[in-house]
C-alpha cells in the first residue's frame, strides 16, 4: 500500500482528493492537513510515502513545508497538487524537493498515476507544465550552449530519468551498477547546480540539453 497525506487548506477540496486516493485499492490515505505546519507534523507521525503538497496555505505554505519534509530522517516524496501553474511557482516547488507537480484540474486517473509514479522514485509532471517549461526555454531563459556540457553517460542517464526511470531500472537499461548510476547523477546535479532528479531534468530542458 502507499502511504498518502494530503495537505490543502480548503476542505472541499481536500475531501474530493482524499476520496479519490481512497478509492483507489492500492493507496491508503493517512492523513489531512490544512496547511503545511500540521503537514510536516502528521508527517513526522504517519510516515508517508508520499505527500500530496498544495502550494498555498496559510501559515507555512507548500514550498517552505515541502523543504522541511525533505530534510527530515525519513523524507517523503511530494508531490505538489495545486491551481498554480506559474513559472515562479512551478521553479520554486520543484527547486525545494518536489517530486512531481499537478493541476487540481488534472482528472482522477492521472492524479492516481502520479502519486503511484512518484511514489516509485519516478518524476510526475503534468503535460501543461512541461508545456510551460518549453515555453520558459524557447522565450530565452537558457539556451543550448548557455549551461554546463554534460558526457555522453550523464547526459544518457539524465534522459532515462526524463523518461521516469529509477535507478534499477537505468542501470539494467545500460548494464551499469546502481552506484555507478547514483554517481553520475552525482556529477549531473554538481553540473546544473541543482539538489534533485525532478529539477536536474527541468534544469536541462530549460538549458536545451533535452
Known sequence: MIRVLVADDHPIVRSGV???LAAAPDIDVVGEAADGSDAVAL???????VV???????VLGGVAATEQLLSSPRPPRVLV??????DDDIIAAIEAGASGYLLKAAPADEILAAVRAVAAGKTALAPSIAAALVARVRSGAGGAGAGPRLSARELEVLKLVASGHSNGQIAAALFISEATVKTHLIHVFEKLEV???TRAVTRAQELGML
Open 18 to 20: 482524499v476520496a479519490t
Open 81 to 86: 497538487l495545486t491551481t498554480y501553474d506559474t
Open 43 to 49: 508527517a513526522e507521525a504517519s510516515a508517508p510515502d
Open 52 to 58: 500530496l503538497m498544495d502550494l498555498r496555505m496559510p
Open 195 to 197: 539538489t534533485g532528479r
